[in-house]
């Protein structure tokens, strides 16, 4: 068992039996296009589900109907047991919910993006307190306190004061996870939050990823870093085709991978 | 040089009746001080329907931007003058009268309302997705996200474009008095009655207007630039 883990297991001392996150059944189209065709699991409070699978498996359409970016179809998303796009109501009829309180609801998770998506007329700090303050209600002195407690976690708190134009991909990344930390979401969604930078600064956003894993974070981690996914997660999800082809912990998903298809694509990555 | 010639060139006439001529100056500047704040509200409103997704709004905020970037700025300027009142009396079956302040700012708001309705659209659909879907996910509504996020990067973008439309609709207000508004053109062609000398008035007016033009849209370069390219990679 990897030392993240092992951490993690000691350091989480309370474990509901609710999950932090569950996903099911979820169905996605794109006109005709069907991206996801019935996708559920669990994310545990605590745990980190790593979601691998080859490019148009559907894995990032996946992370943006989590939190509703891309409204699923058919299926749901919970919360802390609590479906994201509708409520049930004391009889036990569903109602779908307005934007208004998707909105509310959505804050709990935060977001990391394969494009950073810094907000380029702010500085970094301001990107960071911009959500608590104006989402949150979080009076600006604490919202600056806690930002730079974030910053300080991922090591970017030299940098508050610069804006996003004069960082590297590697800090512009770090930045945003600070950003989406300050939100103290109940977990935290990484969409490919490595592949657009070059590879020597891979290594200081995985680096600071595998500190929130160490922390206990609830993590959905969609990457293409196969040795990262094998080394930190809980559970691996092999998404192939909208469908979970296969799913394990990352033992036996990359140790004795059952089905060919997750075989052919590990493949591609021992070369 | 004849006296003759030396005289007209003399544009100490020009300084003589400088109060005046000043009086009609803040006319011009409150003309426009109007129809900016008019023609960039409805301007951004008209830019927010051409991107709305349902059709029929999309269709109004095309109409309007057609209609009113097409119009020359005199005809629209005679027309809220002299057509729109008739038209507004003929429904309400009361006489109205507009004051002829009132006509050029609506006239001139209306025109350039549609050039900065464009301005806007092409600002707002530059803006990459991206940036709205991280309000979104943090949780932030859709006029939070507009305000907080793409206004502040909208103005900032389209900035030198909306510099040159100042620039534009500022000697566009010369025509006002043409609808008898008492800005600078409308004294100095009172003065010229008076005195008989066109060549020294109608040339400090050109200097004036000119030189005011040319000093603001320098400064107010010089000072955005920089606040501009921060944001820029």
């Known amino acids: ?271 | 040089m004849s006296d003759a010639l030396k005289q007209s060139l003399d544009l100490s006439i020009f300084l003589e009746y400088r109060a005046i001529l000043l009086q009609g100056l803040i006319f011009n500047a409150l003309v426009f001080l109007g129809a900016a704040a008019l023609a960039l509200s409805v301007g951004l409103c008209a830019a927010l329907m051409r991107i709305n997704r349902h059709r029929p709004m999309r269709l109004i905020g095309t109409i309007h931007v057609e209609l009113f970037r097409n119009a020359p700025d005199y005809i629209m300027l005679v027309w809220v003058h002299f057509v729109l009142p008739l038209l507004i009396g003929i429904v309400i079956r009361r006489r109205v009268e507009f004051h002829p302040f009132a006509s050029a700012v609506i006239a001139l708001g209306l025109v350039y309302s549609g050039y900065f309705a464009e301005a806007f659209r092409a600002g707002i659909q530059a803006i990459p997705q991206g940036n709205l879907d991280a309000g979104r996910a943090f949780g932030m509504s859709e006029r939070l996200i507009l305000r907080r996020i793409t206004l502040p990067q909208v103005v900032r973008r389209m900035l030198p474009e909306a510099l040159n439309l100042f620039v534009s609709m500022f000697k566009a207000t010369t025509i006002v008095s043409l609808i008898a508004v008492p800005d600078l053109m409308y004294n100095v062609s009172m003065v010229i009655q008076q005195e008989m000398r066109p060549l020294p008035l109608y040339t400090g007016a050109a200097l004036t207007y000119f030189l005011l033009i040319f000093l603001l849209s320098v400064g107010v370069r010089h000072f955005s630039e920089r606040w501009r390219r921060k944001i820029m990679a």
């Open chain 1, 1 to 271: 068992m990897s030392n993240a883990r092992a951490a993690r297991e000691s350091a989480t001392i309370y474990m509901s039996d609710v999950p932090s996150i569950r996903v099911a059944g979820i169905h996605k189209s794109f006109g005709p296009l069907e991206v996801l065709r019935g996708v559920s699991f669990d994310v545990p409070r605590g745990s980190v589900v790593s979601v691998i699978g080859a490019s148009g498996s559907g894995k990032s359409t996946l992370l943006r109907c989590v939190n509703y970016l891309e409204p699923p179809n058919a299926g749901e998303i919970y919360i802390e047991g609590e479906p994201l796009g509708a409520r049930i109501d004391a009889r036990g009829n569903r109602k779908a919910r307005s934007l208004t309180e998707i909105n509310a609801m959505r804050r709990e998770l935060g977001v990391v993006f394969q494009q950073f998506n810094l907000w380029p007329h702010m500085t970094v700090l301001g990107n960071v307190i911009e959500a608590p303050i104006r989402v949150r209600k979080m009076p600006r002195k604490d919202a600056i306190a806690y930002a730079e407690e974030c910053l300080r976690r991922v090591r970017m708190i030299e940098k508050a004061n610069e804006y996003p134009a004069r960082l590297s991909g590697g800090q512009q990344q770090r930045a945003a996870i600070a950003r989406a930390l300050a939100m103290r979401p109940k977990a935290m969604l990484f969409d490919e939050a490595t592949s657009s930078l070059d590879p020597e600064l891979t290594d200081e956003v995985l680096g600071v990823m595998r500190e929130l894993a160490t922390d206990g974070t609830t993590m959905i981690v969609v990457t293409h870093e196969m040795s990262f996914a094998r080394e930190v997660s809980d559970r691996v999800i092999f998404l192939h085709q909208g469908v979970i082809e296969e799913e394990g912990p990352p033992g036996e998903i990359f140790g004795a991978p059952k089905s060919d298809r997750l075989r052919q694509f590990l493949s591609k990555y021992r070369r």
